[in-house]
T-cell receptor, first 114, second 113 residues
């Protein structure tokens, strides 16, 4: 079945430590890939996206993600986490079907400890 | 100069009532969406309109009826509200191509008592 998996429901990271959030997809072809962030009580904001070209994508707020076709993964990374990064992170995909239907993973809640 | 706005932000109502949520975008986008986020934070698309025409209609009960009076507005009307309708509803907009960024509103938290 076609799906987007975020295996970690929540992750706790110390402030200043590095972060990696995992995302795997299960589709026949390479979809468009997105990472969105949802701060408490807020809507979603795009961090970065990938659909072709360089497999290492830079985003806002110091985030980056790497697309690995062989692993069907699109993991999100940040070298040094700030307390303000505490939020819910969603990986999402769009199949290239001619219109945009975002399919979200279940989300990973990031907690940042002092 | 909010890009995507929704009203109301909170909505508390009794079972069986009918309610509407309004959404407006000032980004000039052609496509608008409604998403439902349940209590476990799972986000699922409900509807999508492109230039006032319905293009995505997921398996949503027909008590939910979207209406797009123009391409800047997409309202969601819900009839005969049920307890299970309690959720946060997000409106979003984009230009509609597969790789485009979707811009989300702040959400409407609906509580059905």
């Amino acid at each position: 079945a076609q799906s987007v998996t975020q295996p970690d429901i929540h992750i706790t990271v110390s402030e200043g430590a590095s972060l990696e959030l995992r995302c795997n997809y299960s589709y026949g072809a390479t979809p468009y890939l997105f990472w969105y962030v949802q701060s408490p009580g807020q809507g979603l904001q795009l961090l970065l996206k990938y659909f072709s070209g360089d497999t290492l994508v830079q985003g806002i707020k110091g985030f980056e993600a790497e697309f690995k076709r062989s692993q069907s993964s699109f993991n999100l990374r940040k070298p040094s986490v700030h307390w303000s990064d505490a939020a819910e992170y969603f990986c999402a995909v769009v199949l290239n079907t001619g219109f945009q239907k975002l399919v979200f993973g279940t989300g990973t809640r990031l907690l940042v400890s002092p | 100069d909010t890009a995507v706005s929704q009203t109301p932000k909170y909505l508390v109502t009794q079972m069986g009532n009918d309610k509407s949520i309004k959404c407006e975008q000032n980004l000039g986008h052609d496509t608008m969406y409604w998403y439902k986020q349940d209590s476990k934070k799972f986000l699922k698309i409900m509807f999508s309109y492109n230039n006032k025409e319905l293009i995505i209609n997921e398996t949503v009960p027909n008590r939910f009826s979207p209406k797009s009076p123009d391409k800047a507005h997409l309202n969601l009307h819900i009839n005969s509200l049920e307890l299970g309708d309690s959720a946060v509803y997000f409106c979003a907009s984009s230009q509609g191509d597969p790789g485009d960024t979707q811009y989300f509103g702040p959400g409407t938290r609906l509580t059905v008592l």
